[in-house]
């Protein structure tokens, strides 16, 4: 069973995923390099993963078997296990759990070579879907309190297979970044009576500097203090704290602004690895007036030193107006 | 002039970095690989540095020219500059101020193939002191309000150059991590009148499942909750919250146990890039009985993902249990 651990000074929890049973001289070797074949994601190797727990069908394909356009299907590794009960425990001044939670996988489209950057809007808005049935259905387990929707695109970002594929981790605690956010929005809506997303749009649509592009009900705009160069944020125009809470027309929109996004990004940068994370509110805390949907992406062109890590302070060698002035096409 | 610029959400401050001018197009091309020749940090080319702030250096050997066993220059590329004045301003619902703060590279050694793993316990000796000079003469610029120490080591822990070096970054707020591990271990002390890292040190040497090496008056431990293989903590065994408080016996002390730490996780680990974080009071709150200095190691063995950047949660695939006995020598 994984183990959850707290940090006792700063409260970080971590997973100790011991199921993968890696030994410290295990990474001796270099990096793994990106598995492409054989693809346990491709058409035709159903039975490389664990039975899928959802996929849109062709009429009379069945389950794992080829015929789909996305599927979903548990992680053959998972770092969080569905079984069990979190059984909070003591270790001295230590605390821990065990390590229950979802660990998903979804294979965003049967061809290998495709990516959200290429496939038609049609098809992201399914994917978008699958994050959103995924999402009001681990809602219904009380052992959950959040579900983080994220992709690793490329070996930098920490990509192990080359298939399309984003995952989705469900925790039994609310992430420490989570928690950080909605305590800094409430903190900010109790002094404004606003959601500060929604001043962030007003205030960006206003300036321009930083805007990228506006497109379905969604902008995609440059942070004010970004960690990274050209990290954006994708924010819907309409206050919504929780994803899953969106209609097909929305995830439309979604997929359209995020296809563009992706196009930009891979002219200016050359198709770089990239992460994204869909920032969404707690399972057990739907109506957040002082909270607001967005996803996150960050493509990975910098390396990450000992500064960031023992300072929480981020180096930023581009400022967000170049980043955005070159992602709307003006310079770069 | 860089700039400082804060999330308007969490709070996190970034530095953005104009000065280097760089253009997001600047990124398009692979990893710049580590420079090793011609090294600007070798004897003989010490005009390729801005001039020395600190040397140690043979009896009648002049400033900038060779002779010495250390050096401590201005980064010739810096983060944030020394000169100017904060002035805090806002854009509309942003913060930002002027990006003023001292970037110092230590040189540890004349040697270009040498490290801090097979340097003699003086020679480190020599690089801490250094390290504690240059504190606590930054501590006299009201400026600053804390000077981070770190390494960078290798190409995948972010160094740019391959000759051994550290560095410092001094900067005009607390930062975000500093702040809540300080936040984190005063609510342990009003609880328990206790340091909580002494508690810590007390508990591990009782249990040992998690200690490495005890050594010059200090453990080297696994913490409890550690984000990445093979993190380790140096910590002195006696109370001191400041680290350019302490005395020669104590840096020479550091100096055998970070030498010893260092070679048993090239052993283990097979050299691998690293960073490590001196995590040292602020400048301006010396006398905190609730905090406890100590050295922070991280082998860059694994990949932060799309999970852990958007939870701030970390999975960890090896337990600190099997880590340390690795280090130990027990397994591994």
Known sequence: MPELRK????????????????????????????????????????????REILAGRAPGSGADAPGWTYRVVPNKFPALRIEGELEPAGEGL?????????????????DHHASLATMSVDEVTDVLWAYRERLADLKKDPRFEYVLVFKNHGEAAGASLEHPHSQLIATPIIPIMVREELTGAA???RRKERCVWCDIVRQERRAQRRLIAELGGFVALAPFAPRFPCETWIVPTRHAAAFEESGVDELHG????????????NRVLGEPAYNFMLHTAPLDEPDLSH??????????????????????????????????AALRGEVG
């Open 94 to 110: 230590f605390d821990h759990m065990n390590g229950v939670g979802a660990h998903e996988v979804i294979i965003e489209t049967p």
């Open 7 to 50: 940090d006792p000074v700063v409260g970080r929890w971590v997973i100790i995923a011991t199921e993968r049973a890696r030994r410290p001289s295990d990474f001796v070797t270099a990096a793994v390099p990106l598995r492409s074949s054989p693809c346990p994601f491709c058409p035709g190797n159903e039975e490389e993963t664990p």
């Open 254 to 265: 979604l997929a359209e602004i995020l296809g563009d996004f992706l196009r930009r990004m």
């Open 291 to 324: 909270f607001h949907w967005h996803l996150e992406i960050i493509p990975k062109v910098t390396k990450v030193a000992g500064f960031e890590w023992g300072s929480g302070f981020f180096i930023n060698p581009v400022s967000p107006e170049a980043a955005a």
């Open 187 to 189: 903190d900010y809506y």
